[in-house]
């Protein structure tokens, strides 16, 4: 091979290694977990990325350690159901970088864990508000910056529970449905700004929020309660305990679970509820004869934030210019499709 095609090559793959180079991503909801994952990632790729969520403690910090890691990043404080705030979170990008050519819809709420039946108006008003309308009205706000690029790329993270909704976190679910129908309108409606418009459906990622759901507290006693930062559910009945902790294994993986594993999870839990008045379900998914009963049964580990940011950065790259309006489940295997 001769030099020159030696450097061609070269160039060529230098290019693949900052595949985002100088693109402006907003990153709406990242100061922690997923979206601090996908932040850093995009930074990585050669974005400059503005950060953002409700406290501005957690904004300093997650800036102050991707700075320090060389990353271009800056940050604002920015609650994306508040209008004035989305209105900030633009204005700062813009006075900042110039422009915006990619945007993250990452931030959510779930106010309530517990029977469907006990949800209130409030609360579906809230969840409807943070995770679906806030985020058009974040989209509408963004997209006349991003066509002015000519090209971009949007990406709301949405869940697998979007397409297998369970009731204890129903309103959550609904909303995660929600967004798969709203990626497919925005797709088609920006189509002709040559903006795509895809959704993640994530699976149970380890962070924060799926410490409500994963780490969900039970006891034997009937309520529940939503403390600001999280929400605690309190299982009625023992066998909603159960239906809980199977639910976060493999769906598949359930209907193959046979009587004796079912009475030994039972009887784990019941052994479990005695050393105290709360269990908590990872304890139990953590206890080691449990894994080693479970696994055989095709059961894996939680995603790490980390495992969600590729898929982002690489959406947004030109490498997936011709996926657009696509749901695309990030789950290890759990159901996220239909
Ligand atoms: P997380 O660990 O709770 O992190 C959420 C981030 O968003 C934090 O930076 C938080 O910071 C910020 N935030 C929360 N509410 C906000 C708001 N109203 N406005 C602006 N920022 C806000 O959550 P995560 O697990 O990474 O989840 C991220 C996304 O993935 C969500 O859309 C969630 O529905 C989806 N998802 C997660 C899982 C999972 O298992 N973790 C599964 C499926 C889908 P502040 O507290 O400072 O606001």
């Known amino acids: 091979m001769s030099s020159e095609n030696n450097l061609i090559k070269s160039n060529a793959s230098v290019k693949n290694l900052r595949p985002l180079q100088d693109k402006v991503a907003i990153v709406a909801g990242s100061t922690y977990g997923i979206g601090f994952a996908i932040a850093r990632r995009l930074a990585q790729d050669g974005a400059y990325v503005l950060l953002c969520s409700r406290k501005t403690e957690n904004v300093d910090k997650a800036v102050k350690q991707l700075k320090e890691e060389g990353l271009s990043i800056s940050g604002v404080p920015c609650h994306v159901g508040n209008e004035k705030d989305r209105e900030k979170l633009v204005a700062t990008?813009?006075?900042?970088?110039?422009?915006?050519?990619?945007?993250?819809?990452?931030?959510?709420?779930?106010?309530?864990?517990?029977?469907?039946?006990?949800?209130?108006?409030?609360m579906w008003k809230k969840v409807f508000h943070v995770n679906v309308i806030s985020t058009f009205l974040l989209i509408k706000l963004v997209v006349p910056h991003i066509q002015k690029q000519r090209r971009g790329s949007i990406i709301i993270c949405s869940s697998f529970i979007g397409y297998i909704p369970e009731p204890y976190i129903g309103p959550y679910a609904i909303t995660k449905t929600t967004l798969f129908g709203l990626t497919n309108i925005l797709a088609q409606a920006l189509r002709s700004m040559n903006i795509r418009v895809n959704s993640l459906a994530l699976g149970v990622i380890n962070t924060n929020f799926s410490k409500v759901l994963v780490a969900a507290v039970f006891t034997g006693e009937s309520g529940y309660q939503n403390p600001p930062s999280y929400a605690v559910c309190y299982y009625k009945k023992l066998e909603d305990c159960l239906s809980s902790v199977?639910?976060?294994?493999?769906?598949?993986?359930?209907?193959?679970?046979?009587?004796?594993?079912?009475?030994?999870?039972?009887?784990?839990?019941?052994?479990?509820?005695?050393?105290g008045p709360r269990v908590s379900i990872l304890k139990i998914?953590?206890?080691?004869?449990?894994?080693?009963?479970?696994?055989?049964?095709?059961?894996?580990?939680?995603?790490?934030?980390?495992?969600?940011?590729?898929?982002?950065?690489?959406?947004?790259?030109?490498?997936a210019s011709y996926i657009n309006g696509e749901n695309i489940g990030v789950t290890g295997g759990m159901l996220g499709r239909l």
């Open 93 to 122: 990008a813009l006075e900042t970088y110039g422009k915006i050519d990619i945007l993250i819809c990452n931030a959510a709420v779930n106010p309530f864990v517990g029977p469907l039946f006990e949800t209130t108006e409030e």
């Open 246 to 275: 199977l639910f976060f294994l493999d769906k598949p993986g359930l209907l193959q679970l046979q009587y004796s594993q079912c009475c030994y999870l039972i009887s784990k839990i019941k052994k479990l509820q005695k050393q």
């Open 285 to 319: 998914l953590k206890t080691p004869e449990l894994k080693s009963k479970l696994i055989p049964l095709g059961v894996h580990r939680l995603g790490e934030p980390e495992e969600c940011a590729g898929i982002a950065s690489f959406l947004c790259s030109e490498d």
